[in-house]
């Protein structure tokens, strides 16, 4: 079976190309679609957007599509930036520029107060109609200071307390065993079977 990413964010695809590895699926990108264009982003929740990206895609493709709508919520912010968490500093803004509007943000909240999870929501897309869905969330807290090189967006002021390093300090194999994107693909991996009538 070919299952095609709907996702142009390259850290997911990373992490999504290796959760997917054992479930025995030809994984292929966007790339091999560049007719696919921007896909807007219109609704309030995870789900609603996760449910654009994997519809649009299965339907221009003809392929099982899956997408991963995901983000970072702050207690704090009262769950912001949440479903705008890739553009909370403005329409197509960096890691770097969403990283820093964050720090300034929170720059006077106290370490007690500084509680937040990642979500992810994802959907696989079946052009016959049907569609699977699962999701995942993450604890951490939001660190005073970016630590760590590794993973993307947010991971280096996400510090989880269990492991003692941010999402950026772990490596790879590290951060899917415990994120909101592992738990998420781990729960939709157990019920693939079962949605493809096998
Ligand atoms: P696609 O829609 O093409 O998948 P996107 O980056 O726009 O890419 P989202 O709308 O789901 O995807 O936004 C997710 C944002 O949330 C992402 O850009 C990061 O800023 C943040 N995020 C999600 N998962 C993360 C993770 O594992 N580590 C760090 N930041 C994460």
Redesign the pocket.
């Known amino acids: 079976l070919k299952v095609v990413l709907?996702?142009?964010?390259a850290?997911?695809i990373k992490?999504l190309n290796a959760l997917l590895a054992g479930l025995g699926v030809t994984v292929v990108g966007l790339g091999e679609f560049p007719e696919i264009g921007e896909i807007p982003?219109t609704g309030t929740t995870f789900l609603e957007?996760a449910r654009i990206?994997a519809w649009a895609v299965a339907k221009a493709t003809g392929l099982v599509s899956l997408?991963?709508?995901?983000?970072?919520c702050v207690d704090a912010l009262s769950g912001a930036p949440g479903?705008y968490?890739?553009r909370y500093a403005g329409e197509n803004a960096t890691?770097a520029a969403?990283n820093d509007k964050l720090l300034t943000v929170m720059a006077h909240v106290p370490e007690g107060d500084r509680t937040c999870r990642?979500v992810?929501v994802v959907v696989a897309a079946d052009p016959d109609g049907r569609e699977l869905t699962a999701e995942g969330s993450w604890e951490g807290r939001v660190a005073f200071a970016p630590a760590g090189d590794g993973?993307?967006?947010?991971?280096p002021l996400?510090f989880d307390a269990l492991a003692g390093k941010t999402?950026a300090e772990l490596t790879p194999t590290e951060?899917n065993a415990r994120?909101?994107?592992g738990q998420a693909l781990a729960k939709l991996v157990e019920k693939w079977e079962d949605w493809r009538g096998k």
């Open positions: 709907a996702t142009r964010n850290g997911k992490e982003e957007n990206k997408a991963d709508d995901s983000g970072l479903v968490s890739a890691d969403n990642f992810s993973g993307f967006g947010y991971d996400f999402a951060k994120s909101h994107r």
